[in-house]
């Protein structure tokens, strides 16, 4: 498999994890964002939308956007199992998959962000936008994981898939975590986890010197 992401990307972020979580190999393909590689024409004629991450599977086939790529992994590669076997539980941690993937993420994504600069808003302003929704959501998302191990349990899964990037954004973006005890229960965990750690924007190829 050719995972076509950005080291910084949050949603490439969250397919890492997953294929780490899963241990699976794959040839990381770096795509810079902030030289306009995803606006390039043989990019776009693979994947429409301009966007990362895509993944190539080996049969030939892209996949793209991340909450369809991490189902598709999690259908063809079952074990170790991001969902829970109960309904109820799976639909607890998709729930909070979706928060975090449908309401937070896309609202500080940099094509939000440059719109609205073009309209006119400074920094500060750009600044305070990003600030309210994230806070917001994450506000959220702490009423709803739990009170011990990762989000839902002892074994991360899919909810942590999507939390832990949007926690290093919330950091880039200097947003202040500290009133989130679970949530950062959830980050100390995380970042003594191998998959986690392989999975860093920090230790992906494409990172700064």
Known sequence: MDLLNYYRSTSSYRVRIALALKQLEYQYVPVNLLKGEQ????????????RVPALKIDSGELLVQSPAIIEYLEEVYPSPALLPQDPVQRAQVRGVAALIGCDI???????VLNQLRGLGQNDAQVSQWIAHWVSQGLAAVE????DEGFCFGEEPGLADVYLI??????????????????IRRVAGLAEQHAAFVQAHPSKQPDMPG
């Open 39 to 50: 606006r390039e024409e043989h990019f776009l004629a693979l994947n429409p939308q301009g």
């Open 105 to 111: 993420h896309p609202l500080h994504n940099v094509s």
């Open 143 to 146: 009423q709803l994981i739990g």
């Open 165 to 182: 990037p949007q926690l290093y954004a919330a950091e880039r973006f200097n947003i202040d975590l500290g009133g989130f005890s679970r």
